[in-house]
């Protein structure tokens, strides 16, 4: 079992930054891979980012491309999203999730597990 908690959402301006992190726990941390969605009010859940157990391949939206980053730690079962250049249309809640796999992937049926979600709100 996997536990995810996300932490770090609030209200921005536009422009401004914000860095999500995501805990996990559960022995398979390190060998699954992570990401990040979010859901506007009324829109389907989106894909935001991935990354790989080991850190060496990540997936981004094409829409966060440059301006977000995905990372984790393996050392402490954390993950995290910083977002610069935020926009209002950044404005979601993000989930953190994991899969039973070392492959990265932008479908959110192939995530085993899910946070609780952090609200992120950007302002113009």
């Known amino acids: 079992q996997v536990q995810l908690v996300e932490s770090g959402g609030g209200l921005v301006q536009a422009g401004g930054s914000l860095r999500l992190s995501c805990a996990a726990s559960?022995?398979?941390?390190?060998?699954?891979?992570m990401a990040w969605f979010r859901q506007a009010p009324g829109k389907e859940r989106e894909f935001v980012a991935a990354?790989?157990?080991?850190?060496?391949?990540?997936k981004y939206t094409d829409s966060v491309k440059g301006r977000f980053t995905i990372s984790r730690a393996n050392v402490n079962n954390m993950m995290y999203l910083q977002m610069n250049s935020l926009k209002p249309e950044d404005t979601a809640v993000y989930y953190c999730?994991?899969?039973?796999?070392?492959?990265?992937?932008?479908?959110?049926?192939?995530?085993?597990?899910w946070g609780q979600g952090t609200q992120v709100t950007v302002s113009s």
């Open positions: 559960g022995r398979t941390y390190s060998r699954s891979a």
């Open positions: 990354i790989s157990p080991g850190g060496s391949t990540t």
């Open positions: 999730a994991s899969r039973q796999s070392v492959l990265v992937s932008d479908t959110p049926q192939l995530y085993d597990y």
